[in-house]
């Protein structure tokens, strides 16, 4: 069989015909398979869903009970059966619950990477090299520019601001999904035991990600109204990046503010977004990691998804490996 007969690309989004279901749908569907549950790849108003369980739970976290109409739970390296083509579902190490999808049918495979990453997170399964005939990969960092830090590295930068400046609060910046748990679960990792405010935003997720048997530590909400300016000197207060404009941040004691995002490399992004502490991490792979992952995968043919696709398919075409640009549309950065 043909790729192009397996799987190809609609306005919907990636569609596999033999089993008449789409992946990561930006429309409603009949039947979708869904990568990860951020709100680019994950939306809510299709008929049935396959994902992996933590996927399934974080998607009613966020769109309500009834964001689908009927859903199947898939465990990870279980092969399903959707209308005689095989399914798989391999850790990408994105967020919790996030997997790549393996899709087989009479000898070809092709696996759709969703969003992964390579570096470390203690709040999700590691990413798994899936051989295959096509790899179809994101390039969110898709240029030789993005090098990302040891995300641990950051993590101390901002250590060593607490220290620094003990008597000002610090706003950390981080999305909801991934990033915010991540965050608080790196600075654990580095021996901050003290309590970790969070914004209300945060609170669903999070308390999810702890019935997970993720440690996040001892979390209290961020409720300025209810206490006084003084009590949050020298605190960590995780909170949305849209939190930084809202009345809610000017409340606290003498703020820092810090953003955990690998567009924090870019300098000139950080300024305009009001940073005082830039922390480079990423939930995405940098070019290094893109690169080694196709090598590590050693596919026939890479299709490129969404980000900087050219760069990656010319980095492919030199190395000998088939590849072309989806020009797929409605991804954004939501867990970058």
């Given at each position: 069989?043909?790729?192009e007969?397996l799987?190809?690309p ?43 369980r933590q ?9 309500g009970?009834d ?23 391999h ?15 009479d ?19 590691p ?17 030789p520019?993005f ?29 909801a999904?991934g ?29 999810y990600?702890q ?18 300016r ?23 004691a003498d ?17 305009q ?10 939930d995405?792979?940098?070019w ?18 969404h980000g ?29």
């Amino acid at each position: 069989m043909k790729a192009e007969a397996l799987l190809s690309p609609r306005p919907e989004g990636l569609y596999c015909a033999p089993g008449d279901f789409y992946v990561d749908p930006v429309r409603p569907v009949e039947r979708a398979l869904i990568t990860h549950g951020h709100s680019d790849h994950a939306r809510s108003g299709h008929q049935a869903v396959l994902a992996t369980r933590q996927t399934l739970d974080i998607m009613r976290i966020r769109y309500g009970e009834d964001f689908c109409s009927q859903e199947q739970a898939a465990d990870l390296r279980e092969m399903i059966d959707v209308n005689g083509v095989t399914v798989t579902f391999h850790p990408a190490g994105h967020v919790l619950g996030s997997a790549q999808i393996a899709i087989e049918k009479d000898g070809m495979r092709i696996v759709v990477s969703g969003d992964y990453k390579r570096s470390v997170d203690p709040t999700c399964e590691p990413f798994e090299p899936v051989p295959c005939d096509v790899f179809i990969t994101e390039a969110t960092f898709g240029l030789p520019v993005f090098h990302h830090p040891d995300p641990e590295a950051e993590i101390g930068k901002l250590l060593k601001s607490l220290q620094t400046f003990p008597e000002r609060s610090h706003l950390v910046g981080a999305y909801a999904l991934g990033k915010a748990q991540r965050v608080i679960a790196l600075v654990r990792r580095q021996g901050y035991d003290r309590p970790i405010y969070i914004h209300g935003a945060l609170a669903k997720l999070c308390d999810y990600y702890q019935s997970q048997d993720v440690d996040l530590g001892e979390l209290l909400p961020a409720t300025v109204e209810k206490s006084a300016r003084d009590d949050y000197r020298g605190a960590v207060i995780v909170c949305p990046p849209s939190s930084f404009a809202d009345r809610w941040a000017r409340r606290f004691a003498d703020p820092i503010s810090a953003f955990a995002s690998g567009w924090m490399l870019i300098r000139q992004r950080a300024r305009q977004r009001g940073v005082e502490l830039p922390l480079v991490i990423s939930d995405h792979v940098d070019w290094p990691e893109l690169t080694d992952t196709i090598r590590d995968v050693s596919p026939g043919e890479v299709w490129v998804t969404h980000g900087r696709e050219e760069a990656l398919v010319r980095w492919c075409e030199l190395e000998g490996i088939p590849a072309r640009p989806l020009h797929l549309v409605g991804y954004e950065d939501e867990g970058d």
